[in-house]
């Protein structure tokens, strides 16, 4: 059941994973990051499959993909985080949708690390 889309969603993920890892040079990691995997430094990408939504479409569903930007010591996190939405807006099926960026005080120290989330959305068809 369902194993044409199975096979796209996977093509769709794969993508994600090596344009993000390729094109930035950054360790990229899918729904949650173990600790002893966690780089010494705090720039990498962490990507979370949302929740399926319905929608108005009869067969088709839809989910929100976070695409979360780690980045510490980088002054040009706007514009890498233009470059994120232009690279994951090439991955078939993915449309952008908006960003939250936020500062996250680091292990408890004077520092802190930016954290972009970039938010997409994709639509998954299902057999009913």
């Not at 994973?17 to 390729?22: A, I, K, T």
């Not at 929100?64 to 099926?93: Q, R």
């Not at 996250?104 to 998954?124: A, S």
Request: with cysteine.
């Amino acid at each position: 059941m369902n194993d044409k889309q199975k096979v796209y969603m996977n093509k769709q993920q794969v993508k994600v994973f090596n344009d993000l890892s390729n094109t930035f040079n950054l360790p990229v990691f899918e729904d949650e990051i173990a600790e002893d995997e966690l780089p010494s430094q705090y720039n990498y990408f962490l990507v979370v499959y949302g929740d399926f939504t319905s929608t108005n479409s009869h067969g088709q569903l839809s989910q929100e993909v976070y695409v979360v930007y780690v980045s510490e010591d980088n002054a040009d996190v706007e514009t890498t985080t233009l470059d994120i939405i232009s690279t994951m807006s090439l991955v078939p099926g993915f449309t952008f949708n908006r960003t939250v960026k936020e500062r996250v005080q680091k292990d408890e120290q004077d520092d802190y690390i930016d954290q972009v989330t970039i938010i997409f959305r994709r639509k998954i068809s299902y057999e009913c």
